[in-house]
């Protein structure tokens, strides 16, 4: 009797139905088919800013931006106020070091600060600090978690997550739910390259049609939201976020070189076997993705694996359809932290919070440091390259071409107090006035300290820019204008 009063309760009723719409009904389809492949269409470096435009390819500019919430954001958006204080006289023309940038590689917190740029270039020094930087993101997104009966019913679902919402805040508050077809209208550098994690092979996966063309998927329809959440998918923090693989659909031929680089082992092999994995559908039907830090928290990988994809760095750039550099700039901006030692004095069993933070903390550092290790011996090979060999024909280099490595990293910091400090400002989505100050500040001093910035500035003779420290307070990029916070 009692069990038949609880199946025909209305309570019983209403259980169902939300459990019904917990579920099914609330199923992100985040990427949309691609109908036919054209592998010289969509999202690509090759289709933004033409070399007639005035960013020029004789000077070819890579920024890398790490994770590290928005701590790495401040920093990242510390780097670009820097350039654009940085003049410089190119080919003739004086025009800002910032205007000169060609390619963002960004994860996580870098992401923030990456595709606001990549969308609304110099608008990011009129509005960015107060829609992003000053505000309380955390705050934002668990109201969304905890205060919001609606969404209770959708996380429910096990095809959503908080990393859902954290796209949806993410649309609404700063990206305005533009989407890769309109970065790509924008027909303009920088090029925009976040990467994610892919949780099963712990890969990177990169927002590119290139990447999408294997899973025959159609990048132009995804909102830049998605990308980023992706990317800053934390676990256990957020949740992974999924996408569909729809491979084999489209008519995706698989390019000679990557069957190569697959036969050819080593780093590009890996990455080769990583990126062919996806074309066996039935086995990866659906791929989930996570922060981007876990597979390199630099955002400097991408040029090394790329580099052993295409069989070398010169034949990289050749495919990249750059031709003439007579510099190379690569710029990484990483706010990674280190471990405090101070923290771990107590003989007591480490709390289950440190435990976890370790978990994390511990192979990305240490992957960080491989990271940096093997970018550093990169770029001493190439302009070691540069110097002895002759340029073949239809080479991208000029004969007088040099290549460039500037570290703008926290851990470059001269003053050990100061590094600290700022090595011990929290991986947030919540920053104090004070911190985002003082980070923004940091970042010009690494960029203005480092000795192969100002190699660059001497060998182009850049004009003298006051340093930061005889700016005034007021002193803002051209056309920057105060903003409320």
Known sequence: MMQWRIGKSPWFAVLLLLSFAGCEYVRPTLNQPLETWNPTGGYRFTNVAPPESDNSDSF?????????????????????????????VWEGKRKRLLDELDLIHALSGGTFTGGYYALY???????????????????????????????WIRL?????????????LLNEAL????????????????????????????ARFEFTQFQFDIICSDLSQLPIADASAASAALPLVLSPISLKNYANNCKYEVPAWLEEAKRRGKIGGQRANEL??????????????LDGGLSDNLALRGIIENSGLQGGFEKLLVAAGVKNIKKFVILTVNAETSPDVMEFRSDHVPVISKAMSSLVDIPINRYSFDTTTLIKMGVEKWRTELQLKPRPPGGPFAEDADIYFI????NEIEDPDERISMMKIPTTLYLTDDQIDRLVTTA??????DKEFQRLMKDIKAPDIPAPSERTSESQPVGAEAQPK
């Open 407 to 410: 570290n703008a990293s926290l």
């Open 276 to 289: 062919l994995s996806y074309t066996d559908v039935k086995k990866r039907p659906y791929i989930h993705l």
């Open 60 to 88: 070819l500019f890579v920024a890398a931006f790490s994770g590290g919430g928005t701590r790495a954001s401040t920093l990242a958006f510390g780097a670009l106020r820097e350039l654009a204080l940085q003049e410089i």
């Open 444 to 449: 010009a001093k690494l960029i203005r300290n």
């Open 175 to 202: 990206f305005d739910h533009k989407t890769y077809a309109d970065l790509a209208a924008l027909h303009q550098r920088p090029m925009l390259i976040i990467h994610a994690s892919d949780m099963a092979t712990l």
């Open 121 to 151: 270039r110099d608008r990011i020094f009129h509005d960015f600090e107060y829609r992003f930087l000053r505000k309380n993101w955390e705050n934002e997104l668990k109201a969304r978690v905890f205060k919001s009966p609606s969404n």
């Open 156 to 168: 429910w679902s096990p095809y959503f997550g908080r990393a859902h919402l954290m796209s949806e």
